[in-house]
């Protein structure tokens, strides 16, 4: 077999992962499945733009995207500043807007590799100190029992705590993100094996259900992201937003 190139072996690594023929990978980038064989196995070099257009296709992150290109011999396109960098000020703007206006439920703004950037007024009152704890401390609060919570409950939470963090992965990898997940999948096992999946009459969503002060309050969570990012740390940011799933819930926020 003719060895790959660099740039070669990667795209091949994306495609099969994929689960893409050449033929489907040259549809979706605007080529032909021979261009592709030929650019696997280094006897084509492709352009910029048509590795772009591969890197679009096969739905590859920012950072992937840049490694691609890297490997193609070309210069990364997408940035990665720090969180304080004046050029992520409008999204750190949106941000803190966000979780402002959702008060009085919880929020919480995660930067990349799962690390609590901010929360809200709420969420700070509900979770003390939770701001201050590193990702793996807030994986094992996760997925550890908690007093009043049902056993099957807390496996349960614990259970989409790796999903969580597997999509995560495939989505919007981080160099922590792995660690993380072995660390929620030992927790997780530990508890048991993974509950059969139930959906409750008439459930449309999945309902977290948090012990606060003796109470169950059932929530909806839902995740905010930037649209059409070309920065890898606005990407990587995740703002939850948490709201309550029935009446009672909402009045234990309004009526604390």
Known sequence: ??????????????????GLSQLDLSVEAGTTPRYISFVETGRSRPGRDLVLR?????????????????????????????????????????IERVLDKHDPYPAFAFAPGLRL??????????????????????????????PGVPE???????????????????HHPHPDIPALLAQAESMARELGPRPEPSVEDEEVV???????????????????????????????????LLFPADDESERFFRDP
Not at 152 to 170: K, N, P, S, T
Request: aromatic share 6%.
């Open 152 to 170: 099957e409950q807390g496996r349960r939470d614990a259970y989409q705590v790796v999903e969580m963090l597997r999509h995560e992965l495939a």
């Open 54 to 94: 591969l890197a679009e296709a096969l739905q590859l992150s920012l950072q992937d995207r840049n490694a691609l290109l890297m490997a193609a011999g070309f210069p990364v396109v997408y940035t990665e500043h720090t969180l304080d960098h004046e050029a992520l000020a409008p999204v750190r703007a949106i």
């Open 206 to 240: 999945i309902c977290s259900k948090l012990v606060i002060d003796d109470r169950e309050v059932r929530m909806l969570g839902t995740v905010l992201r930037f649209d059409k990012p070309t920065d890898i740390t606005v990407a990587n940011l995740r703002v939850e």
């Open 117 to 146: 950037l901010r929360a809200n007024t709420t969420a700070e009152r509900l979770f003390p100190g939770m701001t201050q704890l590193e990702p793996t401390q807030l994986v094992a609060a996760w997925c550890s029992p908690t």
């Open 1 to 18: 077999m003719q060895a790959l190139s660099p740039f070669g072996e990667k795209l091949r690594a994306w495609r099969k992962r994929r």
